[in-house]
């Protein structure tokens, strides 16, 4: 059994996000479950099994996978003949992974020292900084792809696109970029599930 651990409007939205681009809701059961959030609400569920109370967690028969691009992986390795993912051996594998890593290495790390506002040499010279996170995207997409990789739509789109869902301050005034993004949040995926976690948040905090 597979079952993904799931807070609505949290860093788990973007792994719903993928189990539908996926079609797999059908393999996977989501367990709504309570977090302490920022403005002092919420509180850990005993229940989920992240090590800190975190999530997403997927718990795949009592084998525990956490962080997103971790989950993404697996998930593409569980469901190798799925939409939006690139299985092993196809030719933007690695490039996929790679998107996937680098969201998780310095992407996210990258916009929580911006939200701080922490500088630091070893942070530029270990992780650069968000202006090279978006070069690094807009080189991606200076051909004139609709999508980060060439061949088209893949979940890695979403978890990239994930903290400009939640920070649309940071979005760059770069028109591929934008257009991007537009593209991103208007897939059927991201309006479903964010109307869904809308609904489910009010029942959990
Ligand atoms: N790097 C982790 C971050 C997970 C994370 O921080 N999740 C937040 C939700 S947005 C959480 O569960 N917070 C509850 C807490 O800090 O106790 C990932 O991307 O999976």
Not at 123 to 129: D, E, K, V
Not at 163 to 177: C, G, K, N, Q, S
């Amino acid at each position: 059994m597979i079952t993904l651990f799931h807070s609505p409007n949290s860093r788990s939205t973007a792994i719903v996000m993928a189990l539908h681009e996926m079609e797999v809701t059908d393999r996977v059961t989501l367990r709504l479950t309570e977090i302490p959030r920022a403005d002092g609400t919420g509180r850990a569920d005993p229940a989920n099994p992240h090590p800190e109370g975190k999530v997403p967690l997927l718990d795949h028969d009592g084998v525990h996978v956490w962080e997103r691009p971790a989950i993404l992986t697996y998930l593409s390795d569980l469901f190798p003949d799925a939409p939006g993912i690139r299985p092993t051996g196809h030719s933007q594998r690695g490039p996929f992974l790679s998107w996937l890593t680098y969201y998780g290495d310095v992407v996210e790390p990258v916009f929580i020292m911006k939200a701080a506002e922490l500088e630091h040499p070893y942070i530029t010279a270990g992780l650069r900084g968000f202006d090279e996170v978006v070069a690094r995207m807009a080189a991606a997409l200076a051909d004139g792809r609709e999508y980060l990789l060439p061949d088209g739509f893949s979940t890695a789109d979403l978890l990239m696109a994930s903290p400009f869902m939640w920070f649309r301050d940071y979005l760059p005034e770069h028109p591929a970029i934008r257009a991007w993004f537009g593209r991103v949040t208007a897939r059927a995926s991201v309006q479903a599930v964010g109307a869904q976690d809308q609904l489910d948040a009010k029942k959990v905090a």
